[in-house]
């Protein structure tokens, strides 16, 4: 079964300051990872997502994260927040094939200081 | 804006009732989900039909079951309701879902219906 951790539930960053939402994955087969995020009262709108081609995915908004295999790891980065950054920031897992189901971690909510 | 429609926004109720949550998938789409997201669970995946079919089944209760009909749109029903059962219901939607090799298919959420159960 796979599963996903995000450390830290609250993450606050200056506006400017980089912006760093750590997700760690669990699989027994090669993963394919994404990470959603949800503005308030919205749905949840897709930021990014792994699937073997790269190992360093840019996605939209200028948000980019980094596969490492050796460390299970698949982090959210941005290299200065914006205001309208603040939001939650969900990580999931598929592992593809028959299983389509997004396996999601427990979110981490980004607030963005001015 | 996903492409994908939910229906209500917003759901009140009480306990012990029926609803039915409604979702329309973006065109062409042939597979739909639908997740529970709620404070103490986080989001949870319910359930899966492709083509009118159950693919794969989550966290599901048994009081609530769902079907695709031949038009593709989806309805989630909730029978018996609980306070517990408080949440907002995503539902999402993907071109294929079957099992094949496109197994990358991005999921499209909808913006949810709330579900409020006094």
């Known amino acids: 079964a796979q599963s996903v951790t995000q450390l830290g539930s609250h993450v606050s960053v200056s506006e400017g300051a980089l912006v760093l939402l750590r997700c760690n994955y669990s699989s027994s087969v090669p993963p394919y990872l994404f990470w959603y995020v949800q503005y308030p009262n919205q749905g949840l709108q897709l930021l990014l997502k792994?699937?073997?081609?790269?190992?360093l995915v840019k996605g939209i908004n200028g948000f980019e994260a980094e596969f490492k295999k050796s460390e299970t790891s698949f982090h959210l980065t941005k290299p200065s927040a914006h205001m309208s950054d603040a939001a939650e920031y969900f990580c999931a897992v598929t592992r593809g094939g028959s299983n389509y189901k997004l396996t999601f971690g427990k979110g981490t909510l980004l607030t963005v200081n001015p | 804006d996903s492409g994908v429609t939910q229906t209500p926004k917003h759901l009140i109720t009480a306990t012990g009732q029926r609803v039915t949550l409604r979702c329309s998938p973006r065109?062409?789409?042939?597979?739909v989900y639908w997740y529970q997201q709620s404070l103490d669970q986080g989001l949870q995946f319910l359930i899966q039909y492709y083509n009118g079919e159950e693919r794969a089944k989550g966290n599901i209760l048994e009081r609530f079951s769902a079907q695709q009909f031949p038009d593709l749109h989806s309805e989630l029903n909730l029978s018996s309701l609980e306070l517990g059962d408080s949440a907002l219901y995503f539902c999402?939607?993907?071109?294929?879902?079957?099992?094949?090799?496109?197994?990358?298919?991005?999921?499209?959420f909808g913006p949810g219906t709330r579900l409020t159960v006094l």
């Open positions: 065109s062409g789409d042939l597979s």
């Open positions: 792994y699937t073997s081609a790269a190992t």
């Open positions: 999402a939607s993907s071109p294929e879902g079957s099992g094949g090799p496109k197994s990358t298919d991005t999921q499209y």
